[in-house]
Structures are given as structure tokens and as C-alpha cells.
Nanobody
Framework: QVQLVESGGGSVQTGGFLRLSCVAS????????MGWFRQVPGNKREGVAA???????NYADSVKGRFTISKDNDKNTLYLEMKNLRPEDTGMYYC???????????????????WGQGTQVTVSS
């Protein structure tokens, strides 16, 4: 079992910056894939960025060059740095984790079983 707690959401204007954090209840440096998803009411949960235990990253096309996913294994913390934010980035952002060995971390929610409660990001124009 892994408990995940997100923080760092908020309201910013277009072009703004936010850094999301997700603290895991256990060491996830080995064999875990972790990621960030977002969801707005009425829409499916969308994969934003993911990282595997080897540090290989995977990004949605819509955020490439603007978002950066990273891990601090000593702090059991996953980060998502978001710059040049756009109104379409608005949503509830969820941290997720799953045992995946050396597999690639995908952006498909079905790959993941552990989810945080989410942190809201709102970008106004």
C-alpha cells in the first residue's frame, strides 16, 4: 500500500508558475512508476507526466516544454513544475503510483492503483 498526499495547487493567471508536490508514505525509488494526471468535471482523467524508477519520463504533448516531472527519493516526494500555464491546464491534479519494475511509465490511468486526493489548479485568462 502507498498513500499519496498532494499539495501546491492554487490559482494563477495565464503564463504563471506552480509547483506541485506529492509525498508518498513509503520509499518508491525502486520498481515504482509515478505520475500526474488531471481531470475536469465531465471529462476523463488525463495523463500529464510520468516517471519510472530509472528516471525515464513521459509527457503529454500538450505539456511538453512547459511541465517537468521529477523525484526526490530521499524525501519520497514527486514534483511537477508547471510554467507558462494556460487556462486549459485548469483541473484537479492527482498523483499516482504503481509497481512497474523496469517498465515505462505510461500516461494511462489503468496502469496505476494508488491515487492521492488531488490538488486543484486554476488558470485564469
Amino acid at each position: 500500500q502507498v498513500q499519496l498526499v498532494e499539495s501546491g495547487g492554487g490559482s494563477v493567471q495565464t503564463g504563471g508558475f506552480l509547483r506541485l508536490s506529492c509525498v508518498a508514505s513509503r520509499d518508491t525509488r525502486r520498481s515504482y512508476c509515478m505520475g500526474w494526471f488531471r481531470q475536469v468535471p465531465g471529462n476523463k482523467r488525463e495523463g500529464v507526466a510520468a516517471i519510472n524508477s530509472d528516471g525515464h519520463t513521459n509527457y503529454a504533448d500538450s505539456v511538453k516544454g512547459r511541465f517537468t516531472i521529477s523525484k526526490d527519493n530521499d524525501k519520497n516526494t514527486l514534483y511537477l513544475e508547471m510554467k507558462n500555464l494556460r487556462p486549459e491546464d485548469t483541473g484537479m491534479y492527482y498523483c499516482t503510483a504503481e509497481l512497474c519494475g523496469i517498465s515505462r511509465a505510461t500516461l494511462q490511468p489503468i496502469q496505476y492503483n494508488y491515487w492521492g486526493q488531488g490538488t486543484q489548479v486554476t488558470v485564469s485568462s
